[in-house]
Structure formats: C-alpha cells, structure tokens
C-alpha cells in the first residue's frame, strides 16, 4: 500500500515508521529498502482487501499521475462490505490499475461493487500478440453505417490491410448478414475515412486474456507508451476494434467527465 495514517494523517512509508491501515485499522509498518517500492505492509499476515494485488512500478506510476487524494480511496458497500480502489476522481470515476491475471469472478463482482468503473490493463506482456490494423471511420458517421468490414486477422493480410462491403449496393441486406457481392479495398475510400477517423482501428488479439473482452466496464491497455486502446465493439455487425487515445487526453477527461464511459467522446480545448 501507498498510504497508512500517521496520527490520523495519510501518509507515504517512510523509514522506521509505524502507522495504521486506513481500511482496518490494523497495524502497519513501512518497508523502504533499495531494491523495493517504499510501501506499507500489514504488521501481521493478513490482507483487508481480497482484491488488492502486489504494487509493481508501473502500478505506483499510475498512481503517482494523480493528486494523493485520488489513490487508495475505501468504499463502504451497505452490506458494508469494504474495498480500496486504486483510484478514484473527484468525479467519481473509480479506475484500477490491473497488472496481474484475473478470474471472470473477481472482474464481476469488481464491476458490480463499484459501477462507474475504468479497467487500465498493463499489456506491455501481450504487446507481440495483438495487432492493431488499419483505420475505421466514426462509427456514428455516415460512411461507417453504409461498410460491413471483414475481420482483419494474422492469416488474413487482405482482411488486415481492409476489406469491405457496401450495404447501399446490396439491396436487403444488413450489418449481420453477409451477402455481398462487391468487396472493396480501403484504398478505395482512403480519404474518406481519413476524413472522418476519430481514433478506431482493426485489431487481432493472438491468445487473447478473454475475461477482458467480456468486460462490462471499460478497458484500456497500455503498451507502455504516450498512448491507450480501449477495447470496443465497432458496429451492429459485432465486429471487434479499438479506440485509440492519448494519455494525456484521458488524464484530462477522468478529472472533469463524471461517467466512465463519456471518456473520449467529446472535445475538450487542452491548454
């Protein structure tokens, strides 16, 4: 843990020191070697939160990229069952940093206890097994309502460079049914969907870590660089993709948007 109270303060570990756990007040002592993030640890063997993972240094780093009165914040269920999530804004958008594995059991009940919830997926283990392919238009934009793309995979390089179909040449068919006549190749329409990307792309996901896909709150993954890929379902078809944004756009929009998902979505002037 980052935080133990320190006659009733929240405070970082610091050498020496001794403090009490702000969840269940049991005892705390700081561990502040040279080869260890300088963190708090129960003084007997025992974890308040069930839910609480090892802190490595990307997790600390994600943390460390809001204000102290953001992190570890308790909640108190009215069953009054209690967690600490990793984050949460002023706002009221709570976000968990995840770097280990997760059970579709945990990743529920999570997603149930606190709702208005962000997944940040540490993916820089998986980063040569997922593909992100070419780009696709808005999909609330008028191109994109008239496109029923192929999936893109590994074995399908046509498919991952962009092929599609016209439903305005198709009389009778729709985003679920395949029966087309015409394909076409992106560069057909190049400009047009430059003109109307807002962030989307193709993406295939070799072995993929499944409980993420079947998430009912948002996920994004970081690679370790400037930017995140939320996971998202493009279109009616139920064709898979991902919507890239900067961190720094994202930073911004938890502190002023009050639900997780309006994250992205609108434009905000960043000075």
């Known amino acids: 843990m980052q935080y133990a109270l320190i006659d009733g303060r929240r405070s970082e570990a610091i050498a020496g020191a001794r403090g009490v756990c702000a969840t269940c007040n049991a005892e705390m002592i700081s561990k502040c070697g040279p ?146 006549v015409w394909i076409h190749g992106i560069g057909d329409i190049e400009d047009e969907v430059n003109a109307a990307y807002r962030g989307h792309h193709q993406y295939d996901w070799v072995r993929p870590r499944k409980t993420w896909l079947d998430a009912t709150c948002p996920v994004y993954i970081d690679f370790g660089d400037e930017g995140l890929v939320r996971l998202e379902i493009y279109d009616a078809s139920g064709l898979s993709c991902v919507r890239r944004i900067s961190k720094r756009n994202f930073l911004h929009d938890v502190m002023v948007e009050t639900s997780a998902r309006a994250i992205g979505t609108r434009f905000y002037p960043i000075g």
């Not at 997603?111 to 992100?132: A, H, M, P, T």
């Not at 590994?154 to 179909?165: D, E, H, K």
């Open 35 to 180: 080869r260890v993030i300088h963190h708090w640890a129960h003084a007997r063997k025992q974890n308040c939160d069930p839910w609480w993972e090892n802190e490595t240094p990307w997790h600390r780093e994600w943390k460390n990229l809001f204000p102290p009165e953001c992190r570890e914040i308790c909640h108190i269920a009215p069953d009054g069952e209690v967690h600490r999530s990793d984050i949460k804004t002023p706002t009221g958008i709570v976000i968990e940093v995840q770097h280990s594995a997760m059970t579709d059991a945990e990743r529920l009940a999570r997603e149930e206890y606190y709702g208005n919830l962000i997944w940040i997926v540490d993916g820089r283990s998986f980063r040569k097994n997922f593909d992100i392919y070419h780009l696709l238009p808005d999909p609330a934009s008028d191109l994109a309502r008239d496109l029923v793309w192929f999936k893109a995979t590994r074995p399908m390089q046509g498919a991952a460079r962009g092929l599609f179909w016209r439903l305005s040449e198709n009389p009778g068919s729709s985003k679920t049914t395949n029966s087309c």
